[in-house]
């Protein structure tokens, strides 16, 4: 069984900071790549910030140079740095993680159970 819990969601004020965490504990065998998507009310849930095994970071346009996506391979565990939050940052935010798990080593995609971002004054 796989789990990838999250923290630090919260209510900041337009140009605050907030930090997420998304540890992930398990049968875990290797992390290919682990990533932060988003979801506000009525539309799609977007990329916001992904991380390969390798270190290759890939970010949406619009968080380029306000986020920051690391990881920590020893604790399994991928944060995200928001900095200079704008009201349209506001949405539910989930974890994802690409992993190799069980003894086969076997590839699946999980999801966490999000954590709600609200930016207002």
């Known amino acids: 069984q796989v789990q990838l819990v999250e923290s630090g969601g919260g209510l900041v004020q337009p140009g605050g900071s907030l930090r997420l965490s998304c540890a992930a504990s398990g049968s875990i065998f290797s992390i290919n790549a682990m990533g932060w998507y988003r979801q506000a009310p009525g539309k799609q849930r977007e990329l916001v910030a992904t991380v390969t095994s390798g270190g290759k970071t890939n970010y949406a346009d619009s968080v380029k140079g306000r986020f920051t996506i690391s990881t920590d391979n020893a604790k399994n565990t991928v944060y995200l740095q928001m900095n200079s939050l704008r009201p349209e940052d506001t949405a539910v935010y989930y974890c994802?993680?690409?992993?190799?798990?069980?003894?086969?080593?076997?590839?699946?995609?999980?999801w966490g159970q999000g954590t709600q971002v609200t930016v207002s004054s």
């Open positions: 994802n993680a690409l992993l190799s798990v069980g003894a086969w080593g076997l590839r699946n995609n999980y």
